[in-house]
T-cell receptor, first 115, second 115 residues
């Protein structure tokens, strides 16, 4: 069975601070995808990144970066120089590479950036 | 592309009434997913279609729930009869699948309240 754990339920930081959201996963699949989605207060789910399990290179996109460590089954997400607009619930998710991409989501981390 | 379009955005209905949620996937996508989001259970997959065919409906909570995809550009999720515990946000998502899937893009969701 697949499982995603986001142990941080809520995080609150002051604007411009760096913040890391943790994600730990469990799967028996040898290949899999990992994802991060953002859910702003307006409610939609916004795709941020997909990472294949055979690609352990870290990725940076502007102020966002992702650290994938297969040895610890973690896929952490860091926001550098946070901004108020980053306030949202962030979901980590997992899917198999075989068959359709059925996502198993973590419970989400509510991030609040205070001015 | 306009993205995944769901209607209605909000629905309030009385217990026992039939509710129909609608989804228009991204043009060209051939996989469609219905997810439900509740405080207690988080985001969970209800059913997914590939090429308009239901592939896995193991997440459908009970017989009161049914989903159809009569063509590549339209899907419905029906609840009959509705109950207060069905209150949730229902998301539709689509992706493109050949040998594997692209990432799933989500609609803005339908917030259902059953009173």
């Amino acid at each position: 069975a697949q499982k995603v754990t986001q142990a941080q339920t809520e995080i609150s930081v002051v604007e411009k601070e760096d913040v890391t959201l943790d994600c730990v996963y469990e799967t028996r699949d040898t290949t899999y995808y990992l994802f991060w989605y953002k859910q702003p207060p307006s409610g939609e789910l916004v795709f941020l990144i997909r990472r294949n399990s055979f690609d352990e290179q870290n990725e940076i996109s502007g102020r966002y970066s992702w650290n994938f460590q297969k040895s610890t089954s973690s896929f952490n997400f860091t926001i550098t120089a946070s901004q108020v607009v980053d306030s949202a619930v962030y979901f980590c998710a997992l899917s198999s590479t075989q068959g359709a991409q059925k996502l198993v989501f973590g419970q989400g981390t509510r991030l609040t950036i205070n001015p | 592309d306009a993205g995944v379009i769901q209607s209605p955005r909000h629905e309030v209905t009385e217990m026992g009434q039939e509710v129909t949620l609608r989804c228009k996937p991204i043009s060209g996508h051939n996989s469609l997913f219905w997810y439900r989001q509740t405080m207690m259970r988080g985001l969970e997959l209800l059913i997914y279609f590939n090429n308009n065919v239901p592939i896995d409906d193991s997440g459908m909570p009970e017989d009161r729930f049914s989903a159809k995809m009569p063509n590549a550009s339209f899907s419905t999720l029906k609840i009959q009869p509705s109950e207060p515990r069905d209150s949730a946000v229902y998301f539709c998502a689509s992706s493109f699948r050949v040998s594997g899937d692209t990432e799933a893009f989500f609609g803005q969701g339908t917030r259902l309240t059953v009173v």
